[in-house]
């Protein structure tokens, strides 16, 4: 399944909840522009505007050799340098500086994506130009755990976009035999990163296009007993992707992300698996107390792009619905198929 690569900005952009950079951040993209390259475009505008705005900056502790002192004074090294008979000495003191864990791990992407082989020459052009523009800061040898120590708050929130395209990157980028140089792989071809963002995108999408609902992830309890009370600590847990809750409605979304929509292998047939989860939450969370429980609707979501899927059954008093939204038409196209599938069956 291959998303073209505007309608993929979209998906990323609600699965990282930065609609409001999206539109900061306009990238041209056309039919030919590879994945590497938006990501290129988007690193590039949004590196751009954040030099606009001014670079993060924060006190760093530097131990320096310097005239007199300044901070505090460590005098051992000081001694053991006989640095003051030249009323010298060695000090660590703090300094306002830029070059702190978020610009670093920005300047390290920059280089990195200089060095990626399928890059276009003119992005590798943009890129090593703005890499200039940051010469006092130094790259790191970068890992996962780098962006986790990030702390994002009100006066470098704008950096959480910009490090959420850096940190794709670093997903993606595979290092070649040639030391320092590195391919660009295509994420969409891997089936859980692709299942974790189809479900990002829809519940995010669905919070913020969504009237007269509220917009969760449940966890369901079990409605099992057991003689002996210690033995329900070993069920595991049940937690949906999306639950929608309105006054008079509740219903389970469950999204699912497979190259064939279809379980091609048992004759085009929906995936068993899908709908035992699907029928296991519906039939858990039933609450006497709540006729929204009793009568909510089980919702099987599947990208495509190709043709749509609509399947309807019901059990007892629970809607059970199979639909597909096709992340090959227009931007919005896909919104009005999402926002259907939801008030189906309400007119």
């Known amino acids: 399944m291959e998303i073209p690569i505007q309608n993929l900005y979209y998906l990323l952009s609600y699965a990282w909840d930065k609609l409001e950079e999206r539109e900061r951040v306009r990238v041209e993209v056309t039919e030919r522009t590879d994945l590497v390259d938006l990501f290129a475009k988007v690193l590039i505008q949004s590196t751009r505007l954040l030099l606009k705005r001014g670079i993060d900056r924060s006190y760093v502790t530097e131990t320096e050799e310097i005239a007199g002192v300044k901070g505090k004074l460590d005098l051992t090294a000081s001694v053991k340098r006989q640095l003051l008979d030249r009323q010298r000495t060695m000090c660590s003191f703090d300094e306002l500086s830029p070059d702190i864990l978020t610009n ?3 300047v390290t992407t920059l280089d990195r994506l200089m060095r990626v082989v399928e890059l276009d020459h003119s992005h590798r052009n943009d890129v090593r130009k703005l890499r200039l523009m940051f010469p006092e800061i130094r790259p790191l040898e970068l890992h996962a755990r780098h962006f986790d120590e990030v702390r994002i708050h009100r006066n470098n929130r ?6 959420k395209v850096c940190r794709m990157i670093y997903d993606c980028l595979l290092p070649t035999e040639d030391p320092g140089i590195f391919h660009f792989l295509d994420f969409q071809r ?3 990163k692709m299942n974790r963002l189809f479900e990002a995108f829809v519940r995010n ?10 917009v969760s992830r449940e ?28 006054a008079d409605r509740k219903l389970i979304l469950d999204t699912k992300y497979y190259r064939q929509t279809l379980a091609v292998d048992w004759g085009n047939r929906v995936h068993s698996g899908n709908l ?4 296991s939450y519906l039939m858990n969370q039933e609450n006497a107390s709540d006729n929204r429980t009793l009568t909510a609707t089980g919702i099987l979501l599947y990208p495509t792009v190709t043709k749509e899927v609509n399947l309807s059954y019901t059990y007892a008093q629970h809607p059970i619905r199979v639909h597909t939204v096709n992340l090959d038409e227009d931007w919005r196209a896909i919104e009005q198929r999402l926002v259907s599938i939801i008030h189906e069956g309400t007119a």
Request: proline fraction near 4%; avoid cysteine.
């Open 205 to 214: 999408f669905y919070k913020h296009e969504l009237r007269g609902f509220e």
């Open 104 to 106: 670093r791990i920005l």
């Open 158 to 163: 704008f950096y959480d976009f910009v490090l």
């Open 276 to 279: 035992y989860q699907i029928f």
């Open 190 to 192: 891997d089936e859980e």
């Open 219 to 246: 966890s369901i309890e079990w409605q099992f007993n057991s003689e002996v009370p210690s033995h329900l600590e070993f069920l595991p847990g049940m937690h949906t992707d999306i639950t929608l809750t309105a």
